[in-house]
């Protein structure tokens, strides 16, 4: 199907476009026909991922306990083709480099396992490879080109704050995530999709029909054509971990240090040891996205509620 031509109509008021489809006149507004050219490959947008991790839970009810007391979701926004050429080639030489794997059997970078030096990442107890790895990872980390947007909610203020309406806290970062995610493609004149780790059977379908309501009826501040004409698919997709996508591993390494850099910019409480995620950290508040006038609040981090 291609659109062999387009005119508008001569109302001013409308501001339609008479379409000839297929020897067929079909009468379009402008933001349908923007989905619709781009559908058809006749718009050159960059198409961009965002990769979606997460630190905490969406349990309500342990809010009380100060370790479970805040959810954080953190999103690396890449261009498409930048990962198939650049990250995930980089990213694979990298764990080469390190870990001795089969390629049956990739090595699948996972924080909490690096930190804690368990196997495959047992090598890391030399501290001269350790070493060699923390100065690799930094270097790599500094060197993509990314986006960084995280989103943050007080489950236990979320709590007493509304003590009718509880969204869930996974599925409320989710959207507002998306909502940033949106503005970001805006700005660019791009269009994206979204990928997370799958959770698990539940979690997941549950997850699908909260993103599908989303694009469907628009967010609060965004309304659903908008979000389509943005969005390459109505569907969120969901990996498994052992699938070994280069954007989801990065976000892993990223999330954590992106929520301790949060809650103490928010002064929620104070960590004072410092750690090698703190290194991370300078790298990502260069990464975050900004307004116009580089402002981070309210753009590449957002506290809820």
């Not at 990996?239 to 954590?256: M, R, T, V």
Request: net charge positive; hydrophobic share 35%; aromatic share 12%.
């Amino acid at each position: 199907m291609n659109i062999s031509k387009y005119r508008k109509s001569n109302s001013k008021k409308d501001r339609c476009y008479l379409c000839t489809i297929d020897n067929q006149v079909i009468l379009y507004t402008p933001k349908i026909l923007n989905i619709l050219r781009y559908k058809m490959g006749n718009v050159d947008h960059t198409r961009y991922r965002i990769y979606i991790d997460e630190v905490g839970n969406n349990d309500l009810q342990s809010s009380d306990d100060p370790n479970h007391r805040f959810l954080c979701l953190t999103g690396l926004i890449f261009e498409l083709d930048y990962v198939k050429v650049t990250v995930t080639p980089l990213l694979e030489m990298f764990k080469r480099e390190f870990f001795q794997h089969h390629p049956d059997e990739p090595i699948i970078l996972h924080r909490k396992e690096i930190v804690r030096q368990k196997y495959p990442f047992h090598s890391l107890k030399d501290p001269k490879v350790r070493y060699m790895f923390d100065e690799e990872l930094i270097k790599i980390l500094r060197n993509l080109d990314f986006v960084v947007i995280s989103v943050l909610i007080d489950k236990k203020e979320h709590l007493s704050r509304y003590s009718k309406w509880r969204y869930d806290p996974y599925h409320y970062c989710l959207e507002i995530l998306l909502e940033r995610f949106f503005y970001f493609l805006k700005d660019k004149n791009g269009v994206g999709d979204l990928l997370l780790e799958s959770r698990g059977g539940k979690e997941d379908r549950r997850l699908k029909e909260t993103f599908a309501n989303l694009v469907k009826n628009g967010s609060q501040y965004i309304l659903s054509q908008d979000l389509l004409s943005r969005l390459t698919s109505k569907e969120i997709k969901l990996k498994p971990k052992i699938a070994n996508i280069s954007g989801l591993q990065l976000a892993d390494l990223i999330a954590y240090p992106s929520y301790r850099y949060i809650v103490e910019h928010y002064k929620l409480y104070e960590i004072k040891q410092y750690t090698f995620g703190d290194r991370i950290i300078d790298i990502v508040k260069e990464k975050y996205y900004k307004s116009r006038n580089g402002i981070i609040d309210g753009y590449g981090i957002k506290k809820l509620p």
